[in-house]
């Protein structure tokens, strides 16, 4: 176990909780209220984007609780899964067609996260 890996994780998760949560889903909104969709559609969308938003809140207090408690170790497994497939989703997508998305820092925060908390397992 590596306690300092496992905190930049956390660090990298809550970071990436702020900046979506607050900053982005004000943008995201802003750019979803400007185009005509029913309420129902628009009201989903914000509840899909900030299920990120809480994914990466119950990372960032896993991954530091972890820290704290090594014989939790075995909780990270799932979020470094999604970590990591999330980074590859990105990347992916980005190189099918959707290349805005590799200007985004989805893949590199979820990538470096995924990483700093595996190092800190391991």
Known sequence: MDYW?????AILSFAGMVFHGFVGGRIYMGNINKIDMEPL???L???SWHVFTLFLAVASF??????HMPSAYLAAYPLIA???????????LGMSGHRQLLTLPGAY???????????GIS
Request: proline share 0%.
């Open 5 to 9: 890996f496992l905190i930049i994780a």
């Open 41 to 43: 559609t628009k009201s």
């Open 45 to 47: 969308s914000l509840v």
């Open 62 to 67: 896993t991954f530091l609780y972890i820290a």
């Open 82 to 92: 999604v970590n990591l497939l999330v980074a590859l989703l990105f990347i992916a």
């Open 109 to 119: 925060l979820m990538g470096a996260t995924g990483l700093f908390a595996w190092l």
